[in-house]
């Protein structure tokens, strides 16, 4: 069974930093891509960065040079990582944050919050 769960997201002052974790347990063979998507109030899912099976980026034009995705790969598939710095955060930024994993399937966290608020 793939699990993934998010963590790092919270409270922030405009201009603050923060850094979103997600680890990915389970057997998962062959990651395609990893990637987070936002969700800000009253707005639809979008793509946030993405991360490629080769270390290939892209990120939205509304984050780049603020945000980094990076990622870890397990030696076993039991356990893979991908992460998200966000520096020089603006309220704009505020959304549920989601982590996701294609590896043939569409694998999907459940969600942290970020708030970006003075």
């Known amino acids: 069974q793939v699990q993934l769960v998010e963590s790092g997201g919270g409270l922030v002052q405009p201009g603050g930093s923060l850094r979103l974790s997600c680890v990915v347990s389970?057997?998962?063979?062959?990651?395609?891509?990893m990637a987070w998507y936002r969700q800000p109030p009253g707005k639809e899912r979008e793509l946030v960065a993405q991360?490629?099976?080769?270390?290939?980026?892209?990120?939205?034009?509304s984050v780049k040079g603020r945000f980094t995705i990076s990622r870890d790969i397990a030696r076993t598939p039991l356990k893979n990582a991908v992460y998200l710095q966000m520096n020089s955060l603006k309220p704009e930024d505020t959304a549920v944050y989601y982590c996701?994993?294609?590896?043939?399937?569409?694998?999907w966290g459940q969600g942290t919050q970020v708030v970006v608020s003075s």
């Open positions: 991360i490629t099976g080769i270390g290939e980026t892209n990120y939205a034009d």
């Open positions: 996701n994993v294609v590896a043939g399937h569409s694998y």
């Open positions: 389970g057997s998962i063979f062959s990651i395609n891509a």
